[in-house]
């Protein structure tokens, strides 16, 4: 299904300005290579690590992790603490 | 949306038993990170750079060698050589690997450059004197504004990141740049904006134990390690990788922790030691002296930040921008984009921009500390709007819940809040006598809000039962706040045995699948999760031995107050059977019982806190006296809540000494200039006034019984709430970080801060 990307605006000179992507996924996985597959340079900062937020919820790190049409979905830079 | 089974009575979550580590402690029987001892064990000491920037020209290390005393002597050609340069984060090993020991430069006062094994601590120390170390000194910068300007020294060329816009400086090595709405049209709207300008200087975490750890390893790639460390699977992880062993072949223990706050999250001495070891055949102590740790384990970033707010007669914020500078030594890591994500974080904003820079410096590598970034961006932001309200006649409690983020509210940086609790925390504080209480002249008052992710990770929890109804729990996190009396008070929960009953151990690698470091206040969250989850486990296999014994379907049978019970009138009429009457017989009754979770939580939950702060200056000196505080925090729900006032209370007192005395001071060489605690200044106990809190439960639906992680949030809000009530105190506005008498003094005579 096809599922609404959110992108922080830094990422936005590595999608052509676009701050919304739609991909194709079913889980946070397939939305990231689909990322990927669409908008190669954001190779680059999923590579460096990021967090997915599904409706409020950030998932670190958890691919398998479904994501649907009607889901908020937001990706964030990766979270670190102390 | 809330767990299914999300539970909300308790027997004994919420209550206060005492800690389970408290004798060991008292009495000298915790055995710390220097507590480690070992036949034939030699003792290693490190050689540091003194100088800010330089090449390594050459390294004799032939009389340091010769030395009887001395048994091995390593450099960077000791380490891996597999171990690969990327830019930014991605290359972590890398830039870990040339911290704990250089390669071609030194890149600040007190860099690692080589290190020797000797038979005693003192022949170390003397044998560093035999190595000759010939240096050309270089250009050197320690301010996070200079090191971004076009002629300042190059660090490092090439670790900026996919992220870096065109035309910054190659010390700029990542870049993050989030927010919605029109800033510019939303300052249009404002009756009042501010732009201001703040600076916070590098603190270090602070922890009363040194760095220490005993390490072996054999020419067979087999080795053992003690340390004292939040996370010993990443200890693990790391130096496999920076000596080119398998990670499996490293047994990593971690010792009892004398605090940690985020500076035990990676590695320094440890590498060192195994590769001593490893050459010297025969186990290596290094126990680091306060001065290295100062010099050379990871303070927190300095920042430099720029804010713009606009604000309605009303008291609306129309617009918010903040520019986050922060300086992380001389690698990638410096937290500007945490900063930036958290510094609007509480508030409902219709327009807002954020933009953090992670800059390098001629300084250590910054580490994590407690919510790092957030503390100085929310000390930027809130001294705006501290100004905003005073100059617009407005009640900062006020103004903070008008503008508040709520359950629904689109955060600053991009998705809807789930269920939250700040607005919670704002009616307490402006319930609480403390809001209230009259002030004394030379007085003020300053309040703040602050705002943390908090963090799941990956984690792994097993518990036995004993054949007396006993329960050992092995946890994979050091215990860094408590956590194995809050980890023993869930299992109880879920068990029905007493708390007493239940011994929690933090196991080593070996022992236990892996588990993220004790960081991103995650474990009460996380390791709390994977504990009810791994007694709930057990209680099936409970359940299952009272279902054959009555002989009904294990769907049949309930748990209940410690025992196995019939569900229902239907399911037969027996006596409740209780767990140690089933652990008696378990080994002939299908064999030993234990509970497993292993998984990756994804529920972690936002955190919030509002802090208020009563300070007095005095004029004469300079000098600030903290006269009460008041911690106002969402817990989510307090599993030991005697811990969770110890948390709110412990950041509150590190904010202190952050915002009032704590500073990194280099000299014109770029040489540390105050690297013992005589100083550099924390508070100590004559320095801080009882701390008063509040526990604020606003349950984490993504938790079974509620939890938020309560480490970080608590060290957020206390450098804007003093700096707050520093200003109003001193009728001038305090812009840089600390306000220690002398700065207090000049900007008293100055008229501006």
Redesign the interface.
Known sequence: MTVKV?L???LR??TGEQAVVEVEAATIGDMLRELVRLHP?LQ??I???VSV?V????????LT?PVAAEN?I?L??R???? | MALDDQKSVFKFVGTRPDRPDGLDKVTGRAKFGADAYAAGMLHGAILRSPHAHARIVKIDASKAEAHPDVKAVVTRADFSDKVEFKP???GEFWNVLENVMAGEKALYDGHAVAAVAATSALAARDALKLIEVEYEVLPHVTDVDKAMVADAPVIREGAS???V?EGLHPNVVR?????HGDVEAGFGEADLVIEDSFTTEATHQGYIEPHACLASLGGDGKGELWCTTQGHWIAQKTCAALLGIETAQLRVTASEIGGG???K?TVFIEPVALALSRKANRPVKIVMSRSEVFRATGPTSSASMDIKIGMKKDGTITAAEGIFRLQGGAFPGA?G??TA?CAFAPYDLTNV?QVGYDVMANRPKQ??????GAPMGAFAVESVLDELCNQLGLDPLDVRLKNAAHDGSK?S??????QIGLVKTLEEAKAHPHYSAPLKPGQGRGISCGFW??????TSVSLALSGDGSAQLMVGTPDIGGSRASMALMAAEVLGIPYENIRVTVADTATLGYNDVS????VTYASGLATIKAAKHAVEKLCERAATKWGIPVDAVKWEDGCAVPSGPNAGDFDPLPLADITANMGATGGPISGHFEA?P???G?SFGTHIVDAEVDPETGKTAITRYTVIQDAGKAIHPAYVEGQYQGGAAQGIGWALNEEYIYGEDGRLQNSIFLDYRIPVASDLPMIDTVIVEVPNP?HPFGVRGVG?TGIVPPLAAIANAVSNAAGVRMRDLPMSPPRILAALKSGDG
Do not use: K
């Not at chain 2, 870049?175 to 927010?179: L, M, V």
């Open positions: 959110h922080w605006s830094g000179a590595l340079a680059a900062p590579d460096a690590g937020s409706d409020g919820r950030i998932m670190a790190s958890d992790a908020e937001y964030m830079q979270l670190r603490g102390g | 930014g984060l991605a990141d996919y992220s816009p870049y993050h740049e989030s927010g706050f985020g500076g999250t937290p984009d945490m994500m921009r580490a994590a500390y407690r919510a790092p955060a940086y991009g998705p809807t809040y789930d992710f908090n963090h799941g990770g990956e960081h991103g206040s995650r990756t994804e529920g972690a936002v993504g970080e």
